[in-house]
């Protein structure tokens, strides 16, 4: 069903990118909690969550692999492996959204009170 | 000021700097190190703009700053506490105008949002503004 049914995706982990198809679609919760960004100390961060299903042969890393899918990337926090009778039938996992890398842009603030830090 | 000598020490090129809290996305998850910037307050200590002062005519200022340095889980934050205490160690004597006081290192902490560990550079720093500067 996968194979028919879901969406072109390419897996990235480190230097290795496997072009398959599997399920993704944002997570919904009834208080829905994640909607939003949220502010870190390191900027904005998205807090949604999103639901990967995709075939058992296509292994996911946590915290490693990237998974696009049409323009958006997601980066994999958790994955498990679903088994029936033992034999694993698909890969479950929660992703979030990837972001790039952050460039070094600290400029001092000179309208502080005349003082740059 | 600081934080631009600070980058120009070779040890720390592989640190980026950010301002606290900005606009942008921030990098998920972190790939290398990076440095939040953030003053976490700004007091006036002693005003000298009608009267006389070391420095001449203008304000004393104390601020609270803290620089949180991350780095990924991954690696178990390899090279982060060498970071933080060479840090310290520039912070101590570097050059600028004003006094560093109170340095301190936090404990290595884990961030969850970001899958990154991190440790809390917090200092005081005593600086002068000239009368001339306020009157802009």
Known sequence: ???????????????????????????RYKNKIYIGGRKHALGMYSSEKY???????????????????GEDKYIVKRQEIYRVCGEPVYVW????????????????DKTSFGYDY | MIINKLRQIPEFERVRFVREFTNQYAETPV????????VKST????SYLGGESPDGRGDLYTAEAEI??????????????????DMLAEL?????????????????????????????????????????????
Do not use: W
């Not at chain 1, 639901?51 to 890393?61: M, N, Q, S």
């Not at chain 2, 949180?68 to 205490?85: D, E, V």
């Open chain 2, 68 to 85: 949180r340095i991350y780095a990924p889980n991954g690696k178990n934050g390899s090279g982060l506490s060498a970071l933080a205490g």
């Open chain 2, 31 to 38: 790939s290398g190190f990076l440095a939040a910037v953030i």
């Open chain 2, 92 to 136: 101590r004597k570097t050059d600028f105008p004003g006094k560093i006081s109170g340095l301190k290192a936090g404990a290595i902490e884990y961030d969850q949002n970001m899958s990154a560990v991190f440790r809390r550079l917090s200092f005081k720093l005593e600086f002068f503004v000239s009368g001339e500067d306020c009157d802009e």
């Open chain 1, 51 to 69: 639901l990967y299903i995709g075939k058992p042969d296509d292994r996911l890393v946590e915290d490693t692999s990237v998974v696009e899918c």
């Open chain 2, 43 to 46: 007091e006036l200590t002693e």
């Open chain 1, 93 to 108: 996992a929660v992703l979030t959204r990837y972001r790039e890398l952050t460039e070094d842009e600290y400029d001092s």
């Open chain 1, 1 to 27: 069903m996968i194979d028919k049914y879901g969406n072109s995706v390419v897996i990235h982990s480190g230097d290795n990118n496997v072009n398959t198809r599997a399920f993704v679609e944002p997570l």
